[in-house]
């Protein structure tokens, strides 16, 4: 299962909102029988990186998104999760 674009709003952050939907995608595909969820994010976003490290996703590799992010060396990260049986 891929993780896309998950965002909270500037106004709601803080509240631990992104780990309550973080642990409810985990949820979803683990009951649906996903082996593992997947998502990329920049390599500017600290805050969502410790979040998907926080919640057991681990770095599986980069990529440059343009020929111009290769040139600024503008890296993309990508995350997974192996999701197991449950038990």
Do not use: W
């Not at 500037?10 to 309550?20: C, D, I, P, S």
């Not at 990329?40 to 919640?55: D, I, K, N, P």
């Amino acid at each position: 299962l891929e993780l896309k674009r998950m965002s909270v709003s500037r106004e709601h952050r803080g509240r631990g909102l992104a780990r309550a939907l973080c642990r409810e995608v985990l949820a979803f595909a683990r009951a649906r029988g996903y082996g593992a969820v997947v998502l990329s994010t920049s390599m500017v976003q600290v805050a969502a990186q410790r979040l998907y490290e926080g919640q057991g996703f681990r770095k599986v590799g980069t990529s440059y998104p343009s020929l111009l992010g290769t040139l600024l060396n503008f890296q993309i990260f990508h995350y997974r999760c192996d999701l197991g049986d449950g038990t």
